[in-house]
Every structure is written in C-alpha cells, then in structure tokens.
C-alpha cells in the first residue's frame, strides 16, 4: 500500500534548524510532485513548499522563502524540508503530500500522518 512516512520533527529554539524527512512507498515516485504542508492549531492546512516531479522546479510561501528548502532523492523514494531560522509562528504539525503529474497518475494525491515542530524558547 501507498505510504508516505514523515520524521525529523521536534522542539527547537528560535533561530535554530531542523530537517524533515518524508519516506514514501508503494507508487511511482518519480511520477509525483512532493509537497510540504503544515497545519498550526485551529487553522487551515497551508502549503509550505512543493518541488516538481524531476526537481527542476521549486515554490514557496512568501513565509518561509529564504528559509527553507525543499528537495527530493528520486533514488531513495524521498523527499526533504530543511528548515532554518526558525520562528515561533512556524510551530505547526508538518506534512509530506504527493501529487500525481503524468496521465497516468492524475488525480492520485496522498499525505502522510505528519511531524510536529515546535519553535519555542
């Protein structure tokens, strides 16, 4: 079965970094766009970043531009958010997403369960 397995997340102090893993299995991984999402309590899930199918091409909130990056290892099925200058506001439960690109997978879009990150002194 389709699987997408986040880790990396934990508390941190302002200013300082993390890097989030998503391990994903069970689909063509090269045929998805991945995705970073993260949800703060009593608010929307917001999209944080998204990297194209071949990693050509990458997009980011106004939020978190400059500070984080996302990238993917098509090799290792996996995909990265390394997080830094960490601010209080960026305290949210964090979650990988794939989303089908070619014919053949569209309309196909999974999440994983998400990873908490907490900024706080």
């Known amino acids: 079965q389709v699987q997408l397995v986040e880790s990396g997340g934990g508390l941190v102090q302002p200013g300082g970094s993390l890097r989030l893993s998503c391990a994903a299995s069970?689909?063509?991984?090269?045929?998805?766009?991945m995705s970073w999402y993260r949800q703060a309590p009593g608010e929307e899930r917001k999209l944080v970043a998204t990297?194209?199918?071949?990693?050509?091409?990458?997009n980011y909130d106004d939020s978190v531009r400059g500070r984080f990056t996302i990238s993917r290892d098509n090799a290792k099925n996996a995909a990265y958010l390394q997080m830094n200058s960490l601010k209080p506001e960026d305290t949210a439960v964090y979650y990988c997403?794939?989303?089908?690109?070619?014919?053949?997978?569209?309309?196909?879009?999974?999440w994983g369960k998400g990873t908490p990150v907490t900024v706080s002194a």
């Open positions: 997403n794939a989303k089908g690109r070619l014919p053949a997978d569209y309309g196909m879009d999974y």
């Open positions: 069970g689909f063509t991984f090269n045929n998805y766009a």
């Open positions: 990297i194209t199918h071949i990693g050509g091409s990458t």
